[in-house]
């Protein structure tokens, strides 16, 4: 039978898809019915979970726990459709993942990328698509939003999150929407599913602090190419997002881009894209502890290569200079403006620099968390890697429990602690890497979101138990049957029915 939407377009092609989802989701008897009992505190609704972001993760933890019949609201500090990195930071053209990935999809065909990618464009074009474009996958996520009816409050800026003793987690909030205004909110538990940098902060070396700020941009900030035209322009750093920044300012006229590479020479392989297979996507929280560092650690130092389209782009340019085996010691301001860039090769003359060079756990850059972060307890605090294995990364990554909730550094000290968990790329090593990531977002949401459901079962067992005793809906009214006259039988009967 031909599927309905195949050759259809734009507007009419989502209205039949998205009544074929309403359906897919009535026949699978999700959302299940609210089932946590609710409660307020200082005259206040108590959220049965907070998620702090927005972007794909915290959409599919919400629509997780949404099926499973548990409130689930986010906060976002982006204005609406803009959450996350998709039309923001991202300056690739394409995604690296395969435009086949079911992504956020939590298992619901009619909820993929390819479901909505066809109902909005049609098959042929589906057929034509080579990877997906960020604002493509954007889009998606708006959609995906939409029709799931989800929670998300935009321009929140959170303030704090302070644990407190009573099973509640408190936020301080301010409302970009009513000037700023500042509020509270209270959750049984409280989601970070805050991104990249969710504990830290785009990471540059110290004496970046010597350069005029306006003179130097990090790949993980929004800014515009236009400002690079007919500039000398040194990206430092070799990965994914420095042949995007290199390619953004060649595409918008800068005069030269150097790619200044440490390393003597590109890495070829993308190594974590041999962990994708489902045993490891759901086996590696369970692993022991030295397996998960030691397969952590392999793919830090073998490092993720840029994709190839995206260093053709680059290399595309007469322009662009790449220099490996070139790391960077200083950069320094001439007189005449020019900035002096000191490498193992020799100086280098630059009008602009962009660092490329990651991000970094840094609690310090992270204020509002100010509350619980020197109680966080840290994988360098219990576990010592074999000779040769030690990596300061991973070393400064939270030792997360089963659901990633953070755990105390000293019992007893921080109470409320575990029910703030850590969804975001931090949890790596400690529940592999499934926060973010396209091709394991859903089993990730999933999983925490089926945790978080049992946890609030346990922590409310009482009070579902007299539920349970209170229960009354009759199955049987009592005029279903009749009941009969027991037969009487005389003695000489009843011993022939005994034999």
């Not at 995906?144 to 408190?170: F, M």
């Not at 035209?229 to 042949?243: D, E």
């Not at 790329?425 to 089993?443: F, M, N, R, T």
């Not at 999933?446 to 922590?459: F, P, S």
């Amino acid at each position: 039978m031909t599927n309905p939407i195949d050759n259809t377009t734009s507007g009419a092609g989502l209205t039949l898809l998205e009544a074929r989802l309403q359906q897919d989701l009535q026949r699978l008897c999700l959302p299940a019915k609210r089932w946590v009992p609710s409660g307020t505190h200082a005259g206040q609704e108590i959220l049965d979970v907070a998620i702090i972001g927005g972007g794909m993760s915290g959409l599919a933890l919400a629509a997780s726990l949404t099926h499973m019949g548990v409130q689930a609201r986010m906060f976002d500090r982006s204005p609406e459709g803009f959450e996350g990195p998709w039309v923001t930071t991202a300056r690739m053209l394409t995604l690296r993942s395969p435009k086949d990935l079911t992504g956020p999809a939590l298992g619901i065909s009619s909820l993929t990328f390819r479901a909505w990618f066809e109902a909005e464009f049609g098959t042929a074009e589906w057929e034509a698509l080579d990877k997906i474009t960020p604002v493509q996958w954007a889009q998606y996520l708006r959609w995906y939003r939409k029709v799931l009816s989800l929670d998300v409050r935009n321009l929140q800026h959170v303030l704090a999150v302070k644990p407190r003793a009573d099973g509640l987690v408190e936020l301080e909030l301010a409302d970009e929407t009513r000037d700023g205004a500042t509020y509270r909110v209270f959750a049984r538990h409280v989601v970070l599913a805050n991104g990249r940098d969710g504990l830290g902060a785009a990471w540059v070396p110290s004496w970046a602090a010597s350069i005029p700020r306006e003179r130097w941009v990090h790949s993980g900030e929004v800014w515009s190419g236009a400002k690079l035209r007919n500039l000398r322009v040194a990206v430092i750093g070799g990965g994914a997002s420095a042949m995007d920044v290199a390619a953004t300012a060649l595409e918008s006229g800068a005069a030269r881009v150097d790619i200044l590479v440490r390393r003597p020479d590109l890495p070829r392989i993308n190594k974590s894209k041999g962990v994708g297979y489902p045993g490891m996507v759901h086996g590696f929280r369970d692993l022991p502890d030295d397996w998960k560092w030691r397969i952590r650690h392999y793919v830090n130092q073998q490092q993720v290569p840029p994709p190839h389209g995206s260093t053709l782009r680059v290399s595309a340019f007469e322009n662009a200079h790449f220099h490996l085996n070139t790391p960077v010691h200083s950069v320094t301001q001439r007189p005449d403006g020019v900035l002096l860039v000191e490498t193992g090769k020799g100086p280098l003359a630059a009008d602009f620099l962009i660092f490329s060079t990651g991000f970094r756990i840094d609690w310090s850059r992270r204020p509002e968390f100010s509350a619980f972060a020197p109680h966080v307890r840290a994988w360098q605090d219990r576990f010592t890697p074999a000779p040769g294995q030690e990596d300061a990364e991973l070393a400064g990554s939270p030792d997360l429990g089963p659901l990633s909730e953070f755990q105390e550094k000293t019992p007893g000290v921080c109470p409320g602690l575990d029910r703030i968990h850590c969804y975001s790329y931090a949890s790596a090593l400690s529940q592999g890497a499934g926060a973010g990531d396209i091709p394991q977002v859903s089993e990730s949401a999933q999983h925490l979101a089926r945790g978080l459901a049992a946890r609030l079962l346990q922590e409310d067992i009482a009070t579902h138990y007299a539920a349970l005793e209170n229960y009354a809906e009759p199955e049987l009214i009592g005029d279903e049957w009749v009941e009969a006259e027991f037969p009487v039988y005389d003695s000489a009967e009843a011993v022939s029915l005994q034999t």
